[in-house]
């Protein structure tokens, strides 16, 4: 008879290699704004194009966080998020233009009041209608990738179609409430107050998301869920309900989203939501589906990205979100964070 | 010989083989039994929408992969006859060029796309396609200087396919360029249908069809997966191209809108859907049934709204210009009901 072999248990320290590996996400955002200002050269016109990327960047993240969470949760991939962003836009928008007088006046409080409104009323209706599509069109579909697709692409294009009808062909174009307009200057540069109220906007929702999800329990559970939704549901969680209340949340966020993209842009258009569907669907791709931090890195990139290009070599911008997903991809195949394991 | 010719894989079904060979003579004999513009522009565009179609159903209903950039490869022919004929001057020789090109150009980006998605999990393919294919239409619209951008080109294709060549009169109708033109493209048109019902039928085929059905079963027995993946997208890219190409030698024109818009991609997907997946025959049916409907029945909503003018709501939802709407609806309906279409249908209901 032999001896067992010693067992010695050894806890290595991961090494610096893995675990900048492991950072490497995270470093990525301000390697990018450091070589934007190495290649801008001018310390004024950098500062505004960061703000103004950092803006955009945060509203993306607004409309794909739920979008990843819906995949990562429920295998579900939903072609259809882009019209919550139009519906959204444009129920934000009708508010405020039927508060006119709100949003004219130069008061701070009427203004934050007419936006706040808008904002929650575009939340409701992009809620309530989030909740109808997953009844309607996504319920019968679950666990058929190819259907969810066709589907979800049907659902898309009626909800287009139908803002024609109710809100007319044309595109409606708005101007910002009084006190949001105009920039100031910082340091020399232009900063629009809009962008920067874009910038705290998204920050409070990203630290107030990654809150709920690490320190309460229904955020646990839909952590765990999109880990491995079959043992939550053995531990006796009613996944399915969980995942309605993330998919209603999901749309009005998409919703949230829209007002505050087209008040960035002071037009909005039926076709928004799916112009801004394929930055979306980039944004969750490089950042690794179902990866809540993954789709804010994400976010961050293209929207910084996009706004240093445009202003260095303004031909190279409509292709600069392709170059950067085609980098992301061969270098991580995955996604940078993927919290699902490919199916 | 028939049998051969058809790869073995007949219609099956009385109903259907008469549909069929009633679309096929109609479409051979299109300018002598509906004589006019219009109906013989008709009959064009259905032969080259059934290449289209049936080409994205190798895609989407044999290997079953989403892709959303069909057009981009369609307008890749199309362009690549356009500019091949700008930069050349009109002659068969810049056909041929632009055609063999706009194929390769196809091939070589799917399978690119293909390396970069298809590889992880197919449901990236859909969302990347999506993205590539809008940048590629932007781009196409920006760099105007080459591609003449929103407005498209204009160019001369060889005399003897424009109607200014005329040979005589036969059973009171002109033979002229644009009739050769259409035959043509009838021709192309069969020859290419004919070549992907025999890709569909071969042992390549059946592959694709086992990575749809089970992907991880056909893995096991040894098929490497993601190989038979990108070489279907390869293949659905260039012979989508090569229809595009068609598409420029018959318009003389190209533009975004014509080739490479995102409706476009909506008509494909619906026509695949109608006429049934995983059925080369369905794209016959599924693209003359909606090339029909698309030219006769935007008219006929037209003057429903004005018959519905005084009611609330309902002229708006009658619009023509709403015609995506309805499109919309029948594509979630029938994706719900009808997922095997109109051919998986009749091939069961007998």
């Known amino acids: ?343 | 010989m028939l049998t051969r010719l058809l790869s073995g894989d007949r219609p099956r079904s009385l109903v259907l083989t008469v549909i069929l060979l009633a679309i096929l003579g109609a479409l051979a004999f299109a300018p002598f039994l509906f004589p006019g513009v219009r109906s013989l522009e008709t009959a064009a565009r259905i032969c080259i929408f059934i290449v289209l179609v049936a080409s994205y159903d190798l895609l989407l209903g044999y290997t079953g992969i989403v892709s959303f950039a069909h057009t981009m490869f369609f307008g890749l022919g199309a362009y690549g006859v356009a500019l091949a004929s700008d930069a050349m001057g009109r002659g068969w020789g810049a056909l041929a060029v632009g055609t063999v090109a706009g194929a390769l150009a196809a091939a070589v980006l799917a399978a690119v796309i293909g390396m970069f998605s298809l590889r992880v999990r197919a449901i990236f393919f859909a969302m990347i396609t999506l993205a590539v294919a809008s940048a590629v239409a932007v781009l196409v619209s920006q760099l105007s200087a080459i591609t003449g951008g929103e407005d498209g080109l204009n160019y001369s294709i060889p005399r003897e396919l424009t109607p200014a060549f005329r040979l005589g009169e036969v059973m009171g109708v002109r033979i002229n360029g644009k009739l050769l033109n259409y035959y043509l493209v009838f021709t192309c048109c069969l020859v290419l249908f004919l070549v992907l019902l025999r890709v569909v039928n071969s042992p390549f085929g059946r592959v694709l069809q086992a990575i749809r059905e089970n992907e991880f079963r056909a893995e096991a027995i040894g098929y490497r997966v993601v190989y038979y993946r990108i070489i279907a997208t390869c293949l659905s890219a260039s012979v989508a191209a090569l229809a595009g190409s068609l598409f420029a030698i018959w318009l003389r024109y190209v533009g975004p809108d014509t080739t490479l818009s995102f409706t476009i991609m909506l008509d494909i997907l619906l026509m695949v859907v109608i006429g049934g997946m995983g059925t080369i025959y369905g794209a016959v049916i599924g693209a003359a049934i909606f090339v029909l409907a698309q030219n006769y029945l935007q008219t006929l909503m037209g003057s429903a709204a004005e018959a519905t003018a005084g009611l609330p709501l309902v002229p708006d939802l009658l619009n023509p210009d709403r015609w995506l709407l309805w499109l919309g609806v029948l594509f979630i309906l029938s994706v719900y009901f009808f997922p095997t279409g109109i051919v998986g249908r009749l091939r069961t209901g007998r």
């Not at chain 1, 006119?100 to 209608?129: E, R």
């Not at chain 1, 765990?224 to 309900?241: D, F, H, I, S």
């Not at chain 1, 190279?316 to 995955?334: E, H, K």
């Open chain 1, 1 to 343: 008879m032999s001896v067992a072999p010693d067992h010695s248990p050894t806890f290595a320290r991961t090494s610096l290699a893995e675990r900048l590996s492991r950072a490497a996400p995270y470093l990525l955002v301000p390697v990018l704004v450091v070589l934007g200002f190495l290649a801008i050269g001018a310390p004024s016109s950098w500062l505004t194009l960061t703000v103004s990327g950092l803006a955009m960047g945060m509203m993306i993240f607004v409309m794909a966080s739920g979008l990843t969470l819906v995949f990562g949760l429920m295998d579900v991939i939903n072609f259809g998020h882009g019209a919550f962003i139009s519906v959204g836009a444009f129920v934000g928008i009708s508010v405020l233009l039927a508060l006119g007088s709100w949003t004219g006046a130069p008061s701070l409080a009427l203004n934050v009041a007419a936006v706040m409104l808008a904002v929650v009323a575009a939340m409701i209706v992009t809620g309530a209608l989030g909740w109808a599509f997953e009844r309607v069109i996504v319920r019968p579909v679950y666990g058929a990738h190819l259907k969810q697709i066709l589907v979800t692409v049907g659902g898309l294009i009626v909800i287009e179609q139908l803002i024609h009808v109710v809100w007319g062909p044309d595109e409606i174009f708005l101007t910002r409430p009084e006190t949001l307009k105009g920039a100031f200057t910082f340091a020399g540069a232009a900063i629009e107050k809009y962008r920067l109220l874009a910038v705290v906007v998204g920050l409070v929702l990203f630290v107030a998301m990654r809150l709920v999800f690490t320190r309460t329990k229904i955020g646990l559970i839909v952590r765990a869920g999109v880990q491995n939704g079959e043992m939550v549901e053995a531990l006796g969680y009613r996944l399915r309900l969980v995942f309605i209340g993330v998919f209603i949340a999901g749309s009005a966020l998409a919703g949230l989203g829209g007002v505050m993209w087209g008040l960035y842009q002071e037009v909005i258009t039926a076709g928004m939501g799916e112009e801004m569907m394929i930055l979306v669907f980039i944004v969750v791709i490089i950042g690794g589906l179902g990866s809540i931090e993954g789709a804010f890195i994400g976010a961050l990139l293209v929207g910084l990205l996009q706004n240093y290009i445009a202003f260095l070599e303004p031909k190279l911008a409509l292709i600069s979100n392709i170059g950067l997903m085609t980098a992301i991809l061969m270098w991580r195949p995955q996604g940078m964070m993927p919290v699902v394991e490919a199916k």
